[in-house]
């Protein structure tokens, strides 16, 4: 059974930067793209960025691109979402996921990935 764990969450000032890890075990875990989703209270979970496991590609949501980037490090089995220039609209429970889908991954559907973490709460204020 697949399993994603997240961390490095927290709190931190806008304009700061947070690296995000998410943790992936079991059976073909390496096999999976990966992709993070936010969700913050009383709105819908939402696409931040995934990248392809196969050939590395990566996705950003508008809002994110140039601040945020996902990277792979294929021997930890872990993924990475490192943060920069957050803004107080970045907080927000972050979430990691698997599919094997290119289509999901590219397209940030997060309603099509089937495996999830726990979630990782990241608060962006002064």
């Known amino acids: 059974q697949l399993q994603l764990v997240e961390s490095g969450g927290g709190l931190v000032q806008p304009g700061g930067s947070l690296r995000l890890s998410c943790a992936v075990s079991?059976?073909?875990?390496?096999?999976?793209?990966i992709g993070w989703f936010r969700q913050a209270p009383g709105k819908e979970r939402e696409g931040v960025s995934c990248i392809i496991n196969s050939d590395g590609s990566t996705y950003y949501a508008d809002s994110v691109k140039g601040r945020f980037t996902i990277s792979r490090d294929k021997a930890k089995n872990t993924v990475y979402l490192q943060m920069n220039s957050l803004k107080p609209e970045d907080t927000a429970n972050y979430y990691c996921?698997?599919?094997?889908?290119?289509?999901?991954?590219?397209?940030?559907?997060?309603?099509?990935?089937?495996?999830w973490g726990q979630g990782t709460q990241v608060t962006v204020s002064s």
């Open positions: 079991g059976f073909s875990g390496d096999y999976y793209n």
């Open positions: 996921a698997a599919d094997a889908s290119v289509y999901s991954c590219s397209r940030l559907r997060f309603n099509r990935f089937g495996s």
